[in-house]
């Protein structure tokens, strides 16, 4: 069931913006720095990058039941940020019921399926390979459609912590699953 769970603004530099956050007296924030790696890329996104990096941070508290995200892009590209402006809605997001397991359906392209039926277009597959602060990997998708207004969906999967040894190929077997989106 779609139920939005996270909220994020881009934004220049998260210091400054948690320095302005911490004015309007909103304190608690979670930080992370992220490298992903882009698992799918719609064909009509021009992206010519195999990732990038994020610095995040999180505020549990500024929408009760909702993760507030900033995020401030530092390498690479992503499609939230492909118009280049970088203070504005990043996303409005939401993670599957189910963690991934190694065995069964992959519950992430199970829901990228259920979208495009909807006509919901999925424009990004990406797989975070390094966080700062858990040994917990995601998977997510961006899709665009009639949802948002404009603003893109964010799906995330939850994986299993996994060994920096056993990324790689978690990386190759995700392009290879994902690879089957871009067949209309």
């Not at 963690?99 to 797989?127: F, R």
């Amino acid at each position: 069931m779609l139920i939005y769970d996270q909220v994020a603004v881009r934004v220049p530099n998260v210091d400054t913006a948690l320095v302005h956050m911490a004015a309007l007296g909103h304190h608690n924030w979670v930080r992370d720095t992220v490298d992903a790696k882009h698992l799918y890329l719609a064909q009509e996104i021009h992206v010519h990058s195999d990732g990038f990096k994020v610095e995040l941070a999180f505020n549990y508290g500024l929408i009760p039941g909702t993760e507030f995200e900033l995020l401030e892009l530092l390498e690479g590209i992503t499609v939230q940020a492909v118009d280049g402006y970088r203070g504005r809605m990043s996303h409005f997001g939401y993670h599957l019921q189910t963690d991934q397991c190694a065995e069964g359906p992959d519950t992430l392209l199970i829901e990228l399926q259920k979208l495009h039926n909807m006509g919901m277009k999925t424009l990004q597959v990406s797989q975070t390979v390094r966080h700062k602060n858990t040994a917990r990997r995601y998977r997510y998708a961006f899709v665009n459609g009639d949802l948002s207004g404009g603003i893109p969906v964010k799906v995330i999967q939850r994986m299993l912590p996994m060994k920096m040894s056993e990324i790689d190929a978690s990386v190759a077997a995700g392009r290879e699953l994902f690879a089957c989106l871009a067949t209309p």
